[in-house]
């Protein structure tokens, strides 16, 4: 059954400390991305990554980090940096087809509350 | 620089009733136009896409969207809306790896 995981679907944490969200893809897709989403806005990119062991920054990288050392995986972690954790946070990820076009499919998503 | 505009924060129709959700966007050229619908606490579902081609694109769950370059626009469009439909509506807008969301569209379907 092929897909997107993310895990935990729900998480809560600590004011100050850094947590790191899971994200699994069996679509053999090459790039994977990951969004922030908050009430009332559309997502935000946060970064990246068209191959392994390469990533970008998307629009609000800042307090975030991330790592691309299989193909299958796109871990973020939200960093104590981070001064707005809070938020529902997807994975996305696309393979380009042969028109070179790209549809990106999104995870189900994980909810990050910080306490 | 690029944006997304849902001029529609939240929408009620009757079901049965039809629908359109409105999106317009501003890009330097001409952009891949995809519509996402959102369950709460889910994922995003992709309805429909628009890359190329005949402006009318249609999607899943009876939904279809037509582009118009003149006015920018890439609205969402059903005849006939069922219970199910309720959710939050997305439009995005970009190339390959630039992708710009609006800020969603909330649709509440009354019986």
């Known amino acids: 059954d092929g897909g997107i995981t993310q895990s935990p679907k729900y998480l809560f944490r600590k004011e100050g400390q850094n947590v790191t969200l899971s994200c699994e893809q069996n679509?053999?897709?090459?790039?994977m991305y990951w969004y922030r989403q908050d009430p009332g806005q559309g997502l935000r990119l946060i970064y990246y990554s068209q191959i392994v062991n390469d990533f970008q920054k998307g629009d609000i990288a800042e307090g975030y980090s991330v790592s691309r050392e299989k193909k299958e995986s796109f871990p973020l972690t939200v960093t104590s940096a981070q001064k707005n954790p809070t938020a529902f946070y997807l994975c996305?990820?696309?393979?380009?087809?042969?028109?070179?076009?790209?549809?990106?499919?999104f995870g189900p998503g994980t909810r990050l509350t910080v306490l | 620089a690029q944006s997304v505009t849902q001029p529609d924060i939240h929408i009620t129709v009757s079901e049965g009733a039809s629908l359109e959700l409105r999106c317009n966007y501003s890009?330097?050229?001409?952009?891949?136009l995809f519509w996402y619908v959102q369950s709460p606490g889910q994922g995003l579902q992709l309805l429909l896409k628009?890359?190329?081609?005949?402006?009318l694109v249609q999607g899943i769950k009876g939904f279809e969207a037509e582009f118009k370059r003149s006015q920018s626009s890439f609205n969402l469009r059903k005849p006939s809306v069922h219970w199910s439909d309720a959710a939050e509506y997305f439009c995005?807008?970009?190339?390959?790896?630039?992708?710009?969301f609006g800020a969603g569209t909330r649709l509440t379907v009354k019986p």
């Open positions: 679509l053999n897709h090459d790039a």
């Open positions: 996305a990820s696309s393979i380009r087809s042969g028109r070179g076009r790209r549809e990106q499919f």
């Open positions: 628009y890359f190329s081609g005949d402006t």
């Open positions: 890009y330097g050229a001409t952009p891949y």
């Open positions: 995005a807008v970009g190339s390959n790896n630039d992708m710009r």
